[in-house]
């Protein structure tokens, strides 16, 4: 017999039980168990650790109003993955007046190793000091962020950013290219 005892229940369980009776002690169990995950996914979007707290709480907020279109076509991790994705894309967007206000234009002029940018292997994004290389994440678009994040950072798979992300497999792969030879370039012109 399957106990009901809300630490047992699976992810899926568990969110349907939250549909189902609005319980918001169940959610309080859904939230400790991803509010780490979801914090990190909204660091990576912020400049501080009080923004990616204030983010990590709008998006639990949102989630409790969402809960119920979630569908079970996927592991609840993921669908959170992508509402949460999603929730920081539309943030960084809302908020992107600020960032161009901060952000040089950058030339779309590469006087070295041009032929070099064609083919960023992953040794290459490896290789670059940390230090600048966050300087380069904040520079380019978030969509390209997010994407570098989720491969290298969460160590994703092709398939998983496909899920995620709601694209082909090969539009993933292109979006990955280009990423990488965006951020590769700001780099090097910083």
């Not at 960023?120 to 994440?137: C, N, P, Q, R, V």
Request: net charge neutral; charged share 30%.
């Amino acid at each position: 017999m399957k106990t009901t005892n809300s630490i047992e229940l699976t992810d899926e369980e568990l969110v349907y039980k939250i549909v189902e009776t609005n319980n918001t002690h169940l959610f309080a169990v859904l939230y400790d168990r991803f509010s780490g995950v979801v914090y990190n996914k909204c660091y990576g979007f912020s400049k501080s650790k009080e923004e990616a707290e204030d983010l990590t709480h709008d998006v639990f907020i949102q989630l409790f109003i969402k809960l119920r279109t979630f569908k079970g076509k996927s592991k609840f991790s993921t669908w959170l993955y992508s509402f949460t994705y999603n929730f920081c894309v539309n943030y960084v967007q809302r908020n992107s007046h600020k960032k161009k206000e901060k952000v040089t234009v950058v030339s779309d002029v590469i006087k070295e190793n041009d032929s070099a940018v064609d083919e960023i292997d992953d040794a290459t994004l490896f290789e670059l000091k940390s230090d600048k290389l966050a300087k380069a994440m904040e520079i380019i678009d978030p969509n390209d962020k997010v994407i570098l994040l989720m491969k290298y950072q969460d160590d994703m798979s092709i398939k998983e950013l496909s899920q995620i992300l709601e694209i082909g497999e090969s539009a993933v792969k292109m979006r990955l290219k280009r990423a990488k030879e965006k951020i590769v370039k700001v780099y090097h012109e910083i």
